[in-house]
């Protein structure tokens, strides 16, 4: 009898170590991510990435993977999901942040691009155009090399960091969701708060009516305010944003005199002046062009 329960006993043992010592191998179609800040959202894309492995990946016919004009989870395994942290605009529709599986159909000259509210993986009969918050219809662009692994990217963000694309490559295939984000509400009640908290909010506040051409008074407004402040206006770098504003401001006389006020105190900084003669110098001698 202590024979049958010894022998029972490592039965289970060698049960339980065959469930929990299973041996890892490679992923066929391995998870990937990406992300990127546009503006203030933050945006993030994880997927999984099937390979072309000698195959033909899309078209019409038995021998293609994926066919034109079929609904596709873009991806393998679970598919592909968006999230966005803020409100945005795909291809000029407002979406709300959140998660969304990303859902296409192929074709080709032209893809269907949809963004699912509900996480279907890749079951396609839960697909509900109910459940779609944007589509998308893009242009497909011919590769001339092609792409191994299925791959998104978050790509060409603008200059003044308020659009991007959503940018998909996989073997001769590639096509570009457009994004555009909007943060100059958050901005200006992030303005509206914290300069009556933190003096040096009003330098934050001017540059960026500067940079994006608002209200010039109101910006300078707030640098002279800020250079008020006790000790402030040695801090030439500043005085020459000052300067800069009124420059803008088309003042040009006023906008000299800043910038050579700035552009002494650079000169008889002890600890050096951060390229701010040159600074200066340039936005003489551009105010004095005009």
Known sequence: MKERITNLMALCVLV?????????????SPAGSVSSTVGLTEISIDYFRPGVKGREIFGTGDQFLEQYGEIWRTGANAGTIINFSTDVKIAGQDVKAGKYQIVSIPGADEWQV????????????????????????VATMKLGNSVERMTFQISDISEDNTSANIHFSWDDVAFKVPVSVDFDETVMKDIAAKTQVQPGNYVQAANYYLATGKDLEQALDWMNLYLAIEGNANQFWNVHTKARILAAMGNKKEAIATAEDSLEKAKNNENGDFGYIKRNEDLIAEVKKK
Not at 16 to 26: D, K, L, W, Y
Not at 117 to 125: A, L, R
């Open 16 to 28: 339980s170590f065959g469930v929990t010592a299973q041996i890892q191998t490679p992923a066929p």
């Open 114 to 137: 949809m963004f699912h509210t509900e996480m279907i993986g890749g079951n396609m009969n839960n697909y509900k155009e109910e459940n779609v918050a944007a589509k998308a219809t």
